[in-house]
């Protein structure tokens, strides 16, 4: 593996991750058309958003109080170029990631656009609904690393009207040519969160023909799942966070309680198996396994990668991040040498097992690395056992790409068609 951050922007994005960087007096990112750098629920934390090179988008953190020891620096050019330096040294040109003319609207209910749904990387996120109810127990027992309770009414609204949610949806289809969507929801007693989340999904679906993400706590009722990949959903995530159980009940104390871990494993799999079910029709479902590292010892994240992608699932691989006033904002943030042998293993399990991880037309994640951007952290030799993969992944991506765009062309002209009726 390439070691020098200047030519591998793989290995960038994850020591950006573990070091975060310091922002330059040179730089106005609001003035310089960049995102506001926002704490939003569906997300694991804020942080300025950037696109590296070979397209890599990140998410860098700069408000953790770990970031006043990184050495990387972002600074503007007199050019007018964005560069990424280590001290005073060069080492990457960057480009913000663009803030979209709908970031300054709001809705015709009068909410801020952005306390309905923000971007992350190019997808759409949006948690529709009232915050986890880890966190308004009389004794909380949210997860420890998490903020989802503390920016209601500063970056994120607390309930969003279904038709405020289309709203945002189309705005962002239209303004930013989004893809996806991803909905998040936390715990809720009665296990309602997918009764909750069911009308935003056919409303959007509707209303914008995009692919569809659901993140829910495991469901007692499997069977729910069939009816979500029958209304148009195509990826369906179950964070777990930890694979090893003693480290799962510490950190994360009420879904230990009320769901336990392997209640997350068997959701997994068995929405792997739902991705086996689709005949010849284009009906692209992906089951995620979602873990956080540096939370566990590595060998256990790696356990969970090889486990996930033995069952058909792709991984999801987050690196914690200490944020501020959360139970482990006085965590250690992990080391980058200690985490590339997990994120490689994301990309080398996913290639053994044949999964589709590069395909969906612009989905850019900038808060994970994706497994096929862990590629970079893979060394040359070991990647060229997997060159015939890749290539056939890169016509699936093509083929992938041309059926969804022809299918979201049939969607336009029929709600053209129904609004000149």
Same mark, same amino acid.
């Given at each position: ?35 506001? $750098? ?27 109080? *770990? ?32 803030? #979209? ?29 009232? !915050? ?12 420890? *690393?998490?903020? !989802? ?28 040519? $989004? ?32 692919? $569809?993400?659901?993140?829910?706590? #495991? ?18 995530? *179950? ?80 690196? *914690?991040? #200490? ?37 969906? #037309? ?60």
């Amino acid at each position: 593996m390439e070691r020098d951050t200047r030519k591998n922007p793989g290995l960038l994005k994850l020591d950006l991750y573990c070091r975060g960087a310091l922002i330059d007096d040179s730089m106005r990112v609001n003035d310089d058309g960049g995102r506001p $750098i926002l704490r939003t629920r569906a997300g694991l934390g804020s942080g300025l958003e950037v696109i590296l090179p070979d397209n890599l988008w990140t998410n860098i953190p700069v408000e953790e109080d *770990f970031t006043k020891a990184s050495p990387y620096v972002v600074r503007r050019r007199d050019n007018g170029e964005l560069w990424i330096d280590e001290g005073q040294e060069p080492i990457a040109p960057i480009q913000l990631a663009p803030r #979209p003319g709908w970031y300054d609207h709001t809705t015709s209910s009068g909410k801020k656009m952005t306390a309905i749904g923000t971007l992350q990387g190019t997808y759409l996120g949006v948690y529709p609904s009232r !915050v986890c109810e880890y966190w308004t127990e009389d004794s909380p027992t949210n997860c420890k *690393f998490c903020s !989802v309770g503390l920016n209601l009414g500063a970056d994120d609204a607390e309930e969003k009207r279904v038709s405020e949610v289309v709203e945002v949806a189309v705005a962002a289809r239209d303004g930013s040519d $989004i893809t996806y969507i991803d909905f998040n929801t936390g715990h809720y007693k009665g296990e309602t969160f997918l009764d909750i989340l069911e009308p935003y999904i056919r409303a959007v679906k509707d209303a914008t023909g995009c692919m $569809i993400g659901v993140q829910t706590p #495991p469901h007692a009722d499997l069977e729910r799942y069939k009816k979500l990949k029958e209304m148009g959903v195509n990826r369906v995530s *179950f964070c777990f966070e930890l694979y090893d159980p003693v480290q799962f009940k510490e950190v994360c104390p009420g879904k230990d309680r009320q769901y336990g871990l392997q209640r997350y494993l068997d959701a997994v799999e068995y929405n792997a198996t739902l991705g086996k079910t689709s005949k010849k029709t284009f009906d692209p479902w992906v089951s995620n396994g979602e873990i956080i590292a540096g939370l566990e010892a590595p060998e256990w994240s790696i356990k969970a990668i090889d486990w996930i992608t033995s069952v058909g699932a792709i991984p999801t691989v987050c690196l *914690f991040r #200490p944020l501020k006033d959360t139970d482990y904002e006085d965590q250690a943030v992990p080391k980058t040498e200690d985490m590339i042998d997990v994120f490689a293993a994301q990309y080398e399990c996913c290639m053994r097992e044949g999964l589709p991880i590069n395909v969906a #037309p612009n989905v850019n994640v900038s808060l994970v690395m994706l497994p096929w951007e862990c590629r970079w952290l893979v060394s040359k030799s070991r990647r060229r056992r997997y060159l015939l993969k890749e290539t056939k992944m890169a016509a699936m991506k093509k083929v992938f790409a041309a059926q969804f765009y022809a299918k979201l062309r049939e969607h336009d002209q029929r709600r053209a068609k129904a609004a000149g009726a």
